[in-house]
T-cell receptor, first 117, second 116 residues
Framework: EAGVTQFPSHSVIEKGQTVTLRCDPI?????LYWYRRVMGKEIKFLLH????????ESGMPNNRFLAERTGGTYSTLKVQPAELEDSGVYFC???????????????FGPGTRLTVL | AQKVTQAQTEISVVEKEDVTLDCVYE???????LFWYKQPPSGELVFLIR??????QNEISGRYSWNFQKSTSSFNFTITASQVVDSAVYFC?????????????FGQGTRLTINP
């Protein structure tokens, strides 16, 4: 079974440009999460989808970030326009269930390393 | 608010030594989960363990062991007889149940280097 995949693995863009990150969750996982690690700090939650709906987007830093999950399958995270402080590693995770049950383990992808120059 | 602190930014030991990674957490929830993840050089986060707040039994899995103590809000991770392949960044995390979701709150990570 394929794990969570993310594309691209690396992206280098200039300040002011637009970048779109993609995440393909494990097949059948309704829950999809985005996290990011900036400048070697802790990994921080961005948002959570249940199928195509945004369950919690309290971690989104500002309106330059737009996440979508049309059809409830893969998700995209667009940063427009990108700023220097957006540099970091963006992780995607998926889980079968939500809440605190035993089937809610989040499986993480390899991350996308974003560098904004 | 939930918070996870991994005070050790970097640890470097010689192969075969035992090493303990510290994790201290803060939460007002009575029900929560604690996690450890490993991030090898390839970049992905690899799940190691999940422990719920009602189970304070220590766990051992091969060379890995975890010590959960609610009295000190700690969930420390020990690697016995370390190996070079254990070199990675290790993250401790706490689940925060918000509206039924499981939002993970991570510590800053500890970079562990095992030298041959």
């Amino acid at each position: 079974e394929a794990g969570v995949t993310q594309f691209p693995s690396h992206s280098v863009i200039e300040k002011g440009q637009t970048v779109t990150l993609r995440c393909d969750p494990i097949s059948g996982h309704d829950n999809l999460y985005w996290y990011r690690r900036v400048m070697g700090k802790e990994i921080k939650f961005l948002l959570h989808f249940v199928k195509e709906s945004k369950q919690d987007e309290s971690g989104m830093p500002n309106n330059r970030f737009l996440a979508e999950r049309t059809g409830g399958t893969y998700s995209t995270l667009k940063v427009q326009p990108a700023e220097l402080e957006d540099s970091g590693v963006y992780f995607c995770a998926s889980s079968q269930d939500q809440g605190l049950g035993d089937d809610n383990e989040q499986f993480f992808g390899p991350g996308t390393r974003l560098t904004v120059l | 608010a939930q918070k996870v602190t991994q005070a050790q930014t970097e640890i470097s030991v010689v192969e075969k030594e035992d090493v303990t990674l510290d994790c201290v957490y803060e939460t007002r929830d009575t029900t929560y989960y604690l996690f450890w993840y490993k991030q090898p050089p390839s970049g992905e986060l690899v799940f190691l363990i999940r422990r719920n707040s009602f189970d304070e039994q220590n766990e051992i899995s091969g060379r890995y062991s975890w010590n959960f103590q609610k009295s000190t809000s700690s969930f420390n991770f020990t690697i016995t007889a370390s190996q070079v392949v254990d070199s990675a960044v290790y993250f401790c995390a706490l689940s925060e149940a918000v509206q039924g979701a499981q939002k993970l709150v991570f510590g800053q990570g500890t970079r562990l280097t095992i030298n041959p």
